[in-house]
């Protein structure tokens, strides 16, 4: 196949002969045509009636047919045109009578050697409607069709649909592999460049024919656009089409442009898949890696506000009720209470608050909250519950649960503000396939399988996309006088819970949170009173394990006050050496969680190696669940979350050494 270049040229040239050849008629239309003059010319000229029969043929027909000039006037003309062009022609032969108008046809000529070339032909219009003559000026384009067709093939040897547009007219020729990929016939279609821009989606279609402009304007070297279009069915599907202007008049004006078509819907599903995968995969990092950070914090403030807050609670009751110390005393233990309430929800969105996890029945969270609404909620705002029959339960801390939702019904009651609005609380069991997961978190993060889904909406002020994008991120807040972390607990808890979170939100159209936990096959354990008894156990000798000096210090004091001998230790190697020498004389061990040399999970392990009757107190600034799982396994007899004043301290040991049961405290 010749280059395309060297066709285009050649094309050039063949307009510029016609242009010639329009203006030498056009000037010898008044005098009537010198047909003697045609002979010099090469190229096919000739002249016949609207029935298609020849009156004249010039030298060069003579030798492109191997015809004399009078074999081919009459009908002899007509054996030579192929029989599948040659009815087609005459019709655009009667056509043009009744219009007076000149056109410009192809059709294939038979060579002497038995083949067939393709020829191009201006027709002219000469004459009354009686006398009325055509003549013809043809050019040997067999090449340039060559070079078409097998474009032509290769675009649909390799599926691709391939499309030829003319540019003065907008007439549109595609193959049928363009219709295959759209499903219809192109046989059967009108198609013109109207006709394909209605293919076109709403989204692409000023950008695909802003860029068709340019590369026709000369402004970009080649036309390559990405874009969808229609089916026949209805949906759509992703299209990358390539091409440039293939033929230009002689004043270097585009006639032509020429291309192809590719399907290549898969390739962009999969890179809008494997985006979306990577935006999750950021956000999860984000999210894991802040809450890193924040439960590092948290665990640091706590045990420097163990200090604070033990030694304050510890001087409060060695001052005399009423003096100006003990108001003083009393403001810093109040300040450091709401500072240790910070660090936990920093702790809850980190995933290393504190958990009770048991079947819950989510529903009756719900219930159990209704007395909390007339608080919580703005009068003027309506609260429509649609709450599932059989909802299955979900294994979680149902504290954390209802914090979760006092911290949505607030925030939508906050975005509603002083209209009127209503707040939608729904509850619903479903089955998610692995789909449905995909589109929510990265790949494997989460199983097929049967969730309970808690939707809470409102018709509030709503968010943009950048709002949308930071809710959870700690200390950010929209609010005048907000911390930022109640959204950030919430995200904290639900991911706690190997749950997720969809938000749909926008501008002046309300937000919608959906919450989506795993289904438990387990039932509801039903809910008891918790009797708090009081106990008088004094005495005793406790082995403290804890490596900060300052929450070593005031625990001690705590205890000492209370009665206790207090041994302690600065690490876990130290608390097990000391263990061993002299468990028969320790009656409870304090024990840090995170500690340097060796953590109190190992220190626990040879403790019980030890003796398996030990009673200990586990104590930390945080604390995982997977941890404290294993610690239960261990004979944990309890959890006390840091910081904690002397009253809570002496009770929890007070009941461990009454009954040993395990208990953990929040």
Request: glycine share 8%; proline share 2%; net charge negative.
């Given at each position: 196949?010749?280059?395309?270049?060297q066709?285009?040229?050649?094309?050039?040239?063949?307009?510029?002969?016609?242009?010639?050849?329009?203006?030498?008629l056009?000037?010898?239309?008044?005098?009537?045509?010198?047909?003697?003059?045609?002979?010099?010319?090469?190229c096919?000229?000739?002249?016949?009636?609207?029935?298609?029969?020849?009156?004249?043929?010039?030298?060069?027909?003579?030798?492109?047919?191997?015809?004399?000039?009078?074999?081919?006037?009459?009908?002899?003309?007509?054996?030579?045109?192929?029989?599948?062009?040659?009815?087609?022609?005459?019709?655009?032969?009667?056509?043009?009578?009744?219009?007076?108008?000149?056109?410009?046809?192809?059709?294939?000529?038979?060579?002497?050697?038995?083949?067939?070339?393709?020829?191009?032909?201006?027709?002219?219009?000469?004459?009354?409607?009686d006398t009325?003559?055509?003549?013809?000026?043809?050019?040997?384009?067999?090449?340039?069709k060559t070079?078409?067709?097998?474009?032509k093939?290769?675009?649909?040897?390799?599926?691709?649909?391939?499309?030829?547009?003319?540019l003065?007219?907008?007439?549109?020729?595609?193959?049928?592999?363009?219709?295959?990929?759209?499903?219809?016939?192109?046989?059967?279609?009108?198609?013109n460049?109207?006709?394909?821009?209605?293919?076109?989606?709403?989204?692409?279609?000023?950008?695909?024919?802003?860029?068709?402009?340019?590369?026709?304007d000369?402004k970009?070297?080649?036309?390559?656009?990405?874009?969808?279009?229609?089916?026949?069915?209805?949906?759509w599907?992703?299209?990358?089409?390539?091409?440039?202007?293939?033929?230009?008049?002689?004043?270097?004006?585009?006639?032509?442009?020429?291309?192809?078509?590719?399907?290549?819907?898969?390739?962009?599903?999969?890179?809008?898949?494997?985006?979306r995968?990577?935006?999750?995969?950021?956000?999860?990092?984000?999210?894991?890696s802040?809450?890193?950070?924040a439960?590092?914090?948290?665990?640091?403030?706590n045990?420097?506000?163990?200090?604070?807050?033990?030694n304050?609670d510890?001087?409060?009751?060695?001052?005399d009720?009423?003096?100006?110390?003990?108001?003083?005393?009393?403001?810093?233990?109040?300040?450091?209470?709401?500072?240790?309430?910070?660090c936990?929800?920093?702790?809850a969105?980190?995933?290393?608050?504190?958990?009770?996890?048991?079947?819950?029945?989510?529903?009756?969270v719900?219930?159990?909250?209704?007395?909390?609404?007339?608080?919580?909620?703005?009068?003027?705002?309506?609260v429509?519950?649609q709450?599932?029959?059989?909802?299955?339960?979900?294994?979680?801390?149902?504290?954390?649960i209802?914090?979760?939702?006092?911290?949505?019904?607030?925030?939508?009651?906050?975005?509603i503000?002083?209209?009127?609005?209503?707040?939608?609380?729904?509850?619903?069991?479903?089955?998610?396939?692995?789909?449905?997961?995909?589109?929510?978190?990265p790949?494997?993060?989460?199983?097929?399988?049967?969730?309970?889904?808690l939707?809470?909406?409102?018709?509030?002020?709503?968010?943009d996309?950048?709002?949308?994008?930071?809710?959870?991120?700690?200390?950010?807040?929209?609010?005048?006088?907000?911390?930022?972390?109640?959204?950030?607990?919430?995200?904290?808890?639900v991911?706690?819970?190997?749950?997720?979170?969809?938000?749909?939100?926008?501008p002046?159209?309300g937000?919608?949170?959906?919450?989506?936990?795993?289904?438990?096959?387990?039932?509801?354990?039903?809910a008891?009173?918790d009797?708090?008894?009081?106990?008088h156990?004094?005495?005793?000798h406790?082995?403290?394990?804890?490596?900060?000096?300052?929450?070593?210090?005031?625990?001690?004091?705590?205890?000492?006050?209370?009665?206790?001998?207090?041994e302690?230790?600065?690490?876990?190697?130290?608390?097990?050496?000391?263990?061993?020498?002299?468990?028969q004389?320790?009656?409870?061990?304090?024990?840090?969680?995170?500690?340097?040399?060796?953590?109190?999970?190992?220190?626990?392990?040879?403790?019980?190696?030890?003796?398996?009757?030990?009673?200990?107190?586990?104590?930390?600034?945080?604390?995982?669940?997977?941890?404290?799982?294993?610690?239960?396994?261990?004979?944990?007899?309890?959890?006390?979350?840091?910081?904690?004043?002397?009253?809570?301290?002496?009770?929890?040991?007070?009941?461990?050494?009454?009954?040993?049961?395990?208990?953990?405290?929040?």
């Open positions: 196949m010749r280059d395309l270049t066709s285009n040229l050649e094309n050039v040239r063949l307009r510029d002969k016609l242009d010639r050849l329009e203006q030498q056009a000037g010898q239309k008044a005098s009537g045509y010198d047909y003697k003059s045609f002979d010099a010319l090469d096919l000229i000739w002249v016949q009636t609207c029935k298609g029969v020849v009156t004249f043929a010039n030298h060069f027909c003579e030798q492109m047919t191997g015809r004399t000039r009078k074999e081919l006037e009459g009908e002899g003309w007509r054996s030579l045109v192929h029989p599948s062009d040659f009815e087609g022609l005459c019709a655009k032969l009667g056509a043009a009578s009744k219009s007076m108008s000149s056109f410009t046809t192809e059709f294939r000529l038979l060579k002497p050697d038995g083949d067939y070339r393709w020829i191009q032909a201006q027709y002219e219009v000469s004459g009354e409607a009325r003559l055509y003549v013809g000026i043809g050019f040997d384009v067999t090449q340039q070079a078409e067709e097998q474009l093939l290769i675009a649909e040897g390799s599926g691709m649909g391939f499309w030829n547009l003319d003065s007219t907008g007439d549109l020729l595609v193959n049928d592999v363009w219709g295959h990929l759209l499903g219809f016939n192109v046989h059967d279609t009108e198609t460049l109207q006709w394909w821009r209605s293919l076109i989606h709403p989204d692409d279609r000023e950008k695909t024919l802003t860029a068709l402009r340019a590369h026709i000369g970009s070297p080649s036309f390559e656009h990405e874009l969808r279009m229609e089916h026949r069915s209805g949906y599907l992703w299209f990358l089409v390539k091409g440039r202007v293939v033929e230009w008049s002689t004043k270097g004006h585009p006639r032509r442009a020429a291309g192809t078509l590719m399907d290549i819907t898969e390739r962009v599903v999969m890179e809008q898949e494997q985006h995968f990577e935006i999750k995969m950021q956000d999860a990092q984000k999210l894991e802040i809450g890193v950070l439960g590092g914090i948290a665990h640091d403030f045990n420097l506000l163990m200090g604070i807050l033990g304050a510890l001087a409060l009751s060695k001052c009720p009423g003096s100006e110390a003990t108001q003083c005393l009393d403001a810093i233990v109040r300040a450091s209470s709401r500072a240790a309430d910070l936990k929800e920093l702790l969105y980190s995933g290393k608050g504190q958990f009770i996890v048991e079947p819950v029945q989510l529903n009756e719900i219930r159990d909250m209704y007395h909390l609404l007339d608080v919580t909620i703005n009068k003027n705002v309506d429509d519950f709450l599932a029959s059989k909802l299955p339960a979900i294994e979680a801390d149902a504290t954390q209802r914090q979760v939702i006092m911290n949505l019904l607030t925030n939508a009651s906050e975005a503000g002083s209209n009127y609005g209503v707040i939608s609380v729904s509850t619903r069991a479903q089955f998610l396939d692995q789909t449905m997961l995909s589109k929510m978190a790949a494997g993060e989460l199983s097929s399988g049967h969730y309970v889904l939707t809470i909406q409102d018709n509030g002020e709503g968010m996309a950048q709002t949308r994008q930071h809710i959870f991120d700690p200390f950010f807040t929209t609010k005048a006088h907000g911390r930022g972390l109640g959204m950030a607990a919430v995200c904290g808890i991911r706690s819970h190997h749950g997720l979170i969809e938000v749909e939100s926008t002046n159209e937000s919608k949170f959906t919450l989506i936990f795993p289904a438990s096959e387990l039932e509801p354990i039903p008891e009173r009797v708090l008894q009081s106990h156990i004094n005495g005793g406790i082995l403290l394990v804890e490596d900060e000096p300052i929450v070593a210090n005031v625990t001690t004091m705590m205890l000492r006050q209370a009665g206790y001998t207090v302690v230790a600065k690490n876990g190697v130290d608390g097990v050496r000391a263990f061993t020498a002299n468990h004389h320790i009656d409870l061990v304090v024990l840090d969680l995170a500690m340097p040399i060796m953590n109190g999970e190992e220190a626990l392990k040879r403790m019980v190696a030890v003796d398996h009757q030990v009673k200990i107190l586990l104590t930390s600034g945080y604390n995982e669940q997977g941890s404290i799982d294993q610690f239960t396994q261990n004979r944990i007899s309890g959890f006390l979350q840091k910081p904690y004043t002397s009253e809570r301290l002496i009770t929890e040991i007070q009941r461990i050494q009454s009954n040993g049961a395990m208990r953990l405290t929040r």
